[in-house]
């Protein structure tokens, strides 16, 4: 996840927070020392409440790391690399570096986490009680962590994928039908129908007259229901190009232009007639730039005759280029961030092909008018 700071490293994985979380701990420092710890005890000074909300906000965000770190270890134990853990707004994000491979090991390595959480909540409750004749602050500090490491495994477990309950979830309809397909497409579905229930008791809460607590729990269910539909998107995208390489979609013989052709040239010989949004500019087989016809809307017809595609092109350090090893998924987002409609392909500064707009969603068409393919 961007804009992330990194705090540091364990076993390899590295561990960081992203913006949105400093603001949570800043608000939960604040609720805990105002109000939380002055409900349980109306007895220490200004000073302990901050104290100890500050320590209590810290031993929370281990939580999280704790329970990001037991998915990862049972990942890494099951084979499947773990590169980074970033915390925010909603807790934390282990990020795998690929699916994983069985429905067994899916159960395992989302379970993991909330088994941690179950586990810190059960430890709080007994240091709980075995300081309340020490340490009033402390007793108070671990009756917090335990109902909030409670409230952790309780919200993780609704079985709204990509929420750990949704992962485990589809972890045991895959067991059972077997299709990894199938049991996404009904945890994907299942989770945009609990997000739109929180939205909708979220709304029955606000007009039963308690507005703070409607709201809050309408923007888990809008993040629920969305975090669901994007899993189910990446999902089909990632399927729709399983076992599809650039090479396989691009122009390996695109029309090119000399640097030396003038603007009339170009637009009488490749640009009209053949519908092209853009031709790479080649120079023995090296990729100098491409030249669009955006390029040319500035410049006036009468210095067409004059002016040479070099004098107009986007140059070559100012493009975005793929190679043949770049996965599709990728080329798309350029194409859609940078709004453009073709990415020339390169090896070793060679120009070895072009990929369109055009081109991959002629594929998109031809793949959804066939069967599906239901090996997996
Ligand atoms: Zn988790």
Known sequence: MESSYKIGRIKGIEIGIHYSWLIIFALLTYSLAESFFPSLHDNWSSGQYWIIAIIASLLLFASVVAHELGHSFVAIAKGIPVHNITLFIFGGVASLSQDVKDAK?????????????????????????????????????????????????VFNLIPGFPLDGGR???????????SMERATRIATTLGVIIGYLFVIVGIFIVFSGQLISGIWFGAIGWFLQ??????????????????????????????????????????????IGSNSHGVPVVQQGVLLGIITSTDLKSTPRSEWSTLRVADRMTPRQQLVTVTTDTPIEVAMQMMSEKDIHQ?????????????????????????????PDTKA
């Open 105 to 153: 090991t899916e159960f395992l390595v989302a379970i993991a986490g909330p088994a941690v959480s179950l586990g810190i909540a059960v430890i709080s409750v007994a240091l709980m009680y075995v300081l309340r004749g020490i340490s009033e602050q402390f007793s108070a500090v671990f009756q917090y962590l335990a109902l909030a490491n409670g409230l952790l495994v």
């Open 168 to 178: 485990v979830f589809r972890s045991i309809v895959w067991g059972i039908t077997n």
């Open 226 to 271: 969305n975090a669901a539909e994007q899993s189910m998107q990446q999902y089909r995208t990632q399927r729709i190009f399983q076992n599809v390489q650039i090479s396989m979609l691009m122009d390996p013989n695109p029309t090119v232009v000399d640097p030396g052709t003038t603007i009339d040239e170009l637009v009488d010989h490749h640009i």
């Open 343 to 371: 990415i020339p392909v390169v090896r070793e500064g060679m120009l070895v092909g072009l990929l369109t707009r055009g081109a991959i969603i002629r594929f998109i068409q031809l793949r959804s008018e066939l069967p």
